[in-house]
Structures are given as structure tokens and as C-alpha cells.
Nanobody
Framework: QVQLVESGGGSVQAGDSLRLSCAAS????????MAWFRQAPAKEREFVAVVTWLGSPTYYADSVKGRFTISRNNAKNTAYLQMNSLKPEDTAVYYC????????????????WGQGTQVTVSS
């Protein structure tokens, strides 16, 4: 079995920042793009950001562009999501995932998923 473990979530006020980490076990992410998705209560899982193997290019959902930055450190098998200027609508469980093929923007294109980390933003 492979494992992805997210960390760094928490409860913050609007305008604050959080940095999420996703640690991949073994060689899970070798040669693959990695992405962050999020899912709020009563909503579908939605794409947030994706970073390709070499760290660029990156792509973002319009809702987070200019506020969030995705990056990775392949030597550490870790992906990151720096979230600035957080808004209440960013409240969700955030999941990292390893790309398998297909559209970057759909969950079905990813074959490995972490357990998720909760981000709560209060106004």
C-alpha cells in the first residue's frame, strides 16, 4: 500500500494564512504531478491546484488564483499548498492526490489520495 499524509490544517480567521503539507511514502509521487482538491460539507470535491513533476507548470482554480501557491520538494516526496488571504469559502477538507492520467481538473485522474486535513476559516 502507498500512503499520502496531509498536515497543516487548522482554524483561522479570514485574511490569515496556512501552509498545508502532503508527505508521500516510498516512491509514490515519482514522475507524477500532484494536486490539491477540497470538499466542503454538502458540496462536491473540487480542484484547487496541481504541480507537475519538475515543479512547473502549475495550474490553479480561478477561486484561489493569486492567493494560493502549490509547490513540491521531490527529494522529500512532499507537496505543499501555501494559502494566503483565506476566506470563509475556503473552509473545507483539503486532500492531496497523485496524478495518474487524464484531465488535471477531475478527481478521477488521480489514483492515490490522502486522508484529508480540515481547514476552517471564520469571518
Amino acid at each position: 500500500q502507498v500512503q499520502l499524509v496531509e498536515s497543516g490544517g487548522g482554524s483561522v480567521q479570514a485574511g490569515d494564512s496556512l501552509r498545508l503539507s502532503c508527505a508521500a511514502s516510498g516512491r509514490t509521487a515519482s514522475g507524477r504531478a500532484m494536486a490539491w482538491f477540497r470538499q466542503a460539507p454538502a458540496k462536491e470535491r473540487e480542484f484547487v491546484a496541481v504541480v507537475t513533476w519538475l515543479g512547473s507548470p502549475t495550474y490553479y482554480a480561478d477561486s484561489v488564483k493569486g492567493r494560493f501557491t502549490i509547490s513540491r520538494n521531490n527529494a522529500k516526496n512532499t507537496a505543499y499548498l501555501q494559502m494566503n488571504s483565506l476566506k470563509p469559502e475556503d473552509t473545507a477538507v483539503y486532500y492531496c492526490a497523485v496524478y495518474a492520467g487524464g484531465s488535471y481538473y477531475t478527481p478521477s485522474s488521480y489514483n492515490y489520495w490522502g486522508q484529508g486535513t480540515q481547514v476552517t476559516v471564520s469571518s
